[in-house]
């Protein structure tokens, strides 16, 4: 392994790990009210609610516009960037989810100026002008340090599926050895899934996960609540 390689792959690892300060652990997406009515109960019906979410809702809507804002920051077009950052933003679905994705975004951003900072990154985000919600951070920040977008799509998809997996194990509860069979479990999933969102244009982006959309919206109304959302 090259050293640009070997330092590329310290940072995806870095960034994309449960460790790393965005307050993931803070939000459920939703999977704390579908655990409440019933739709999550054991770690089969967990795994099968994370299909859903990573290939025909948030995660590969999430891809997409991960892979259009590293291409679009790595070619420097500041127009199309700035349009990326508020289409991602505009859509998410909900009020606890859009809260969700720009906290971690600004989370994401802040602590990669502090720590990680590099020549152009500073000139990027400023192009965003708005809001800059997680995946448009993660691809920005990717490529502005000049990560491959391959690397930085499965990494940020695995840590999408570890979260939601760290959710749910607290909210059934699982214990660690059916988290990892889950994880295991959605391994094609989430490389299927990278795989279609790296193809996608804009204009393919869509989702078809209405219960999830239902569940973070009605979170906010949850009566005992231990997630954010």
């Not at 204009?203 to 906010?220: N, P």
């Amino acid at each position: 392994m090259q050293d640009d390689e070997a330092a590329a792959l310290y940072r995806l690892m870095t960034w994309l790990s449960p460790s790393f300060p965005v307050g993931a652990f803070s939000y459920s997406s939703g999977i704390e009210w579908a655990m409440e009515a019933g739709d999550i109960v054991d770690a089969n019906s967990l795994r099968d609610w994370l299909v859903s979410m990573l290939a025909d809702g948030p995660g590969f809507c999430d891809g997409v516009f991960l892979a259009h804002t590293h291409r679009t920051a790595s070619s420097l077009d500041a127009a199309g960037l700035r349009d990326i950052a508020e289409l991602a933003a505009a859509f998410v679905p909900s009020r606890e989810r859009y809260l969700e994705t720009s906290a971690q975004g600004r989370a994401f951003i802040e602590i990669a100026r502090a720590a990680w900072n590099c020549d152009g990154l500073d000139q990027l985000i400023s192009h965003c002008d708005g809001a800059v919600v997680y995946p448009v951070a993660v691809g920005l920040v990717s490529a502005a340090h000049a990560i491959a977008l391959a690397s930085t799509m499965h990494a940020f998809l695995h840590a999408l599926a570890s979260n939601w997996i760290s959710a749910g194990a607290r909210l059934v509860p699982l214990g660690q050895t059916d988290s990892q069979r889950v994880l295991a479990q959605l391994e094609p999933i989430v490389v299927a899934t990278g795989k279609r969102a790296l193809a996608a244009s804009l204009d393919d982006i869509g989702s078809a996960t209405f219960r999830a959309d239902l569940a973070s919206m009605r979170h906010e109304t949850q009566y005992t609540r231990l997630f954010r959302s």
